[in-house]
């Protein structure tokens, strides 16, 4: 595992602290860390809804309703999110 030193402003710091006194993570370390997996993980849907946007907008248009589009939209984004 990669080691790093980061600087911190004081309210995040005090923040991380909180986050490890009430138990909710074992250390700072680990608290980063999960910060940066839903950070690429949101990365990620922002990535897949961009892409169906621009192959959206350059395959016409559709009779399906806007409720079936985004159905199918969130089952397709959480397939793809469970395979990684």
């Not at 790093?4 to 602290?17: A, G, R, V």
């Not at 621009?54 to 395959?59: H, M, P, R």
Request: glycine share 2%.
């Amino acid at each position: 595992m990669a080691r790093q030193s980061i600087s911190l402003t004081n309210p995040n710091d005090e923040w991380l602290k909180s986050q490890v006194a009430n138990q909710e993570y074992s250390s700072k370390s680990e608290v980063i860390n999960d910060l940066v997996r839903q950070a690429r993980n949101q990365q990620a849907q922002v990535d897949w809804l961009r892409n169906r946007l621009v192959k959206a907008e350059t395959s016409g248009f559709t009779s399906d309703s806007k409720e079936s589009i985004l159905k199918e939209s969130k089952t397709r984004l959480n397939a793809e999110l469970q395979t990684e």
